[in-house]
């Protein structure tokens, strides 16, 4: 079964509206989770390190106030998409480690779509 | 800046042909190499390689990682039409938190009946 759980699984949402996605490990505590977006017939790029308990770690290009990450829980982290529009449309996927040098595991991905 | 390049970037197969995809890196500090499947949804883990030169194997599909080259290689035997998807692969870092990784963008594979 999953390990990392990530809802919804897709979601359809007005421009300027906000959306909430979330990540969770389900037998393990990850202090540390990732959010990557992919978009169609790309990699994945590593928008931020999600850490628990304070502010997430941004990759360069990504904006924080437009993507907010919070990790208030050892098993949850979740990635707000602040006023979507169109190009925010994506596919984004969270990912977490029991710990360095375990298997990374991924969500179940979700998709977005702006209209 | 860390970079993972993987060739190529598609590939069309019959069923019954073995493939070999590549990957090459090049980053600061190294810690792993992962190898994901990815078909509709999220990637699924294949392999995690640390050490130069053991093979590991699951199935029809096997890789190895050379750290002296700074490469890697998936191979798929036997492949099956199952075996279309996205292979993409990753380098983990040290010094970083565990699991953030590098990708790169990822080998198409379709494999034809």
């Known amino acids: 079964g999953a390990v990392v759980s990530q809802h919804p699984s897709w979601v359809i949402c007005k421009s300027g509206t906000s959306v909430k996605i979330e990540c969770r490990s389900l037998?393990?505590?990850?202090?540390?989770m990732f959010w990557y977006r992919q978009f169609p017939k790309q990699s994945l790029m590593l928008m931020a390190t999600s850490n628990e308990g304070s502010k997430a770690t941004y990759e360069q290009g990504v904006e924080k106030d437009k993507f907010l990450i919070n990790h208030a829980s050892l098993t949850l982290s979740t990635l707000t998409v602040t006023s979507a529009h169109p190009e925010d449309s994506s596919f984004y996927i969270c990912?977490?480690?029991?710990?360095?040098?375990?298997?990374?595991?991924f969500g179940e991905g979700s998709w977005l779509t702006v209209v | 800046e860390d970079k993972v390049v993987q060739s190529p970037l598609s590939l069309v197969v019959h069923e019954g042909d073995t493939v070999t995809l590549n990957c090459s890196y090049e980053?600061?500090?190294?810690?792993?190499l992962l190898w994901y499947k990815q078909e509709k949804k999220a990637p699924t883990f294949l392999f995690m390689l640390t050490s130069s030169g053991i093979e590991k194997k699951s199935g029809r599909l096997s890789s190895i990682l050379d750290k002296k080259e700074l490469f890697s290689i998936l191979n798929i035997t036997a492949t099956q039409t199952g075996d279309s998807a996205i292979y993409l692969c990753?380098?983990?870092?040290?010094?970083?938190?565990?699991?953030?990784?590098?990708f790169g963008d990822g080998t198409t594979l379709t494999v034809k009946p």
């Open positions: 037998d393990f505590q990850a202090t540390t």
């Open positions: 980053v600061t500090n190294f810690r792993s």
């Open positions: 990912s977490a480690s029991r710990g360095r040098g375990n298997t990374i595991y």
């Open positions: 990753a380098v983990e870092l040290l010094g970083t938190n565990a699991g953030k990784s590098t």
